[in-house]
């Protein structure tokens, strides 16, 4: 799989005439709880020679393949990636945490970091991760009976929530870092680890009963984040000039 996500990077560059400066997995493989027959999802983001940029109409800016082998391979232009780490764009943010990195320039993603670090918005971070929690809660784990993945989809973002209100950082991408977090208990890092394993060796769509005191410790998890929201105070705005630079510098001998 590394070398069709390799040849499907260069087709990319090739046909489109870009420079991809990052390429990463997204999703449950970067996440740590994958399925044996999970798709990859390869998020990237590129850039053109500066004169594409210098055009009276604005051109597509989003790139996409859909590939045999469950390959889903999309990615983003740079232009349109700066735009979106301004206003904090998690799923972003978490490509450039992902453990699973295919391509990468070492400076542009320094670079980048720095202004996903430079744009991140606390209470607006939470908010997203608590609406994540609490959709798959409503959708999937409301009866007797669950299947045991949409419980690690569960507790990811409400973990995540919880780093956030910790560290006021963007939460790692990989779940494994979030339960090893000093503000997790034991206990919970105990009781998670057993639903890993039995996660493990379970089909797709094996069920299994949620006991009353889990049920109560996600209710409770919902309900805590959206008390506390609203506190978590938002940075200022990051400087455009900032952004500008990192398009230039970029962008300039994109397609060298």
Same mark, same amino acid.
Request: proline content about 4%; charged content about 25%; aromatic content about 12%.
């Given at each position: 799989?590394?070398?069709?996500?390799?040849?499907?990077?260069?087709?990319?560059?090739?046909?489109?005439?870009?420079?991809?400066?990052? =390429?990463?997995?997204?999703?449950?493989?970067?996440?740590?709880?994958?399925?044996?027959?999970?798709?990859?999802?390869?998020?990237?983001?590129? !850039?053109?020679?500066?004169?594409?940029?210098?055009?009276?109409?604005?051109?597509?800016?989003?790139?996409?393949?859909?590939?045999?082998?469950?390959?889903?391979?999309?990615?983003?232009?740079?232009?349109?990636?700066?735009?979106?780490?301004?206003?904090?764009?998690?799923?972003?943010?978490?490509?450039?945490?992902?453990?699973?990195?295919?391509?990468?320039?070492?400076?542009?993603?320094? +670079?980048?970091?720095?202004?996903?670090?430079?744009?991140?918005?606390?209470?607006?971070?939470?908010?997203?991760?608590?609406?994540? !929690?609490?959709?798959?809660?409503?959708?999937?784990?409301?009866?007797?009976?669950?299947?045991?993945?949409?419980?690690?989809?569960?507790?990811?973002?409400?973990?995540?929530?919880?780093?956030?209100?910790?560290?006021?950082?963007?939460?790692?991408?990989?779940?494994?870092?979030?339960?090893?977090?000093?503000?997790?208990?034991?206990?919970?890092?105990?009781?998670?680890?057993?639903?890993?394993?039995?996660?493990?060796? =379970?089909?797709?769509?094996?069920?299994?009963?949620?006991?009353?005191?889990?049920?109560?410790?996600?209710?409770?998890?919902?309900?805590?984040?959206?008390?506390?929201?609203?506190?978590?105070?938002?940075?200022?705005?990051? +400087?455009?000039?900032?952004?500008?630079?990192?398009?230039?510098?970029?962008?300039?001998?994109?397609? !060298?």
């Amino acid at each position: 799989m590394m070398e069709a996500i390799q040849a499907a990077i260069d087709t990319v560059e090739h046909e489109c005439g870009v420079r991809v400066l990052y =390429a990463a997995e997204s999703g449950s493989r970067a996440w740590g709880f994958a399925s044996p027959d999970s798709d990859y999802d390869v998020r990237f983001v590129y !850039a053109h020679p500066r004169d594409w940029y210098v055009s009276v109409f604005e051109q597509r800016d989003v790139i996409e393949r859909m590939l045999p082998g469950d390959l889903d391979v999309s990615g983003w232009d740079l232009r349109k990636a700066l735009r979106l780490s301004s206003k904090c764009n998690l799923a972003f943010n978490e490509w450039f945490g992902s453990p699973i990195v295919y391509r990468q320039d070492e400076a542009f993603a320094a +670079d980048i970091r720095a202004v996903n670090e430079a744009c991140f918005q606390p209470a607006r971070a939470l908010y997203h991760y608590l609406s994540m !929690a609490r959709g798959t809660y409503a959708d999937y784990l409301g009866s007797e009976q669950v299947r045991i993945k949409k419980l690690f989809y569960f507790l990811r973002p409400i973990l995540g929530c919880r780093w956030i209100e910790q560290a006021r950082t963007q939460p790692p991408t990989r779940f494994a870092e979030l339960v090893a977090a000093p503000w997790v208990s034991d206990e919970e890092r105990g009781w998670i680890a057993a639903i890993e394993a039995r996660k493990a060796v =379970a089909k797709e769509g094996d069920l299994e009963g949620v006991p009353d005191w889990l049920r109560q410790w996600m209710v409770g998890g919902i309900e805590h984040f959206q008390r506390i929201g609203a506190s978590l105070a938002n940075r200022a705005d990051v +400087d455009p000039q900032v952004l500008d630079h990192v398009l230039r510098k970029w962008s300039k001998d994109a397609a !060298a």
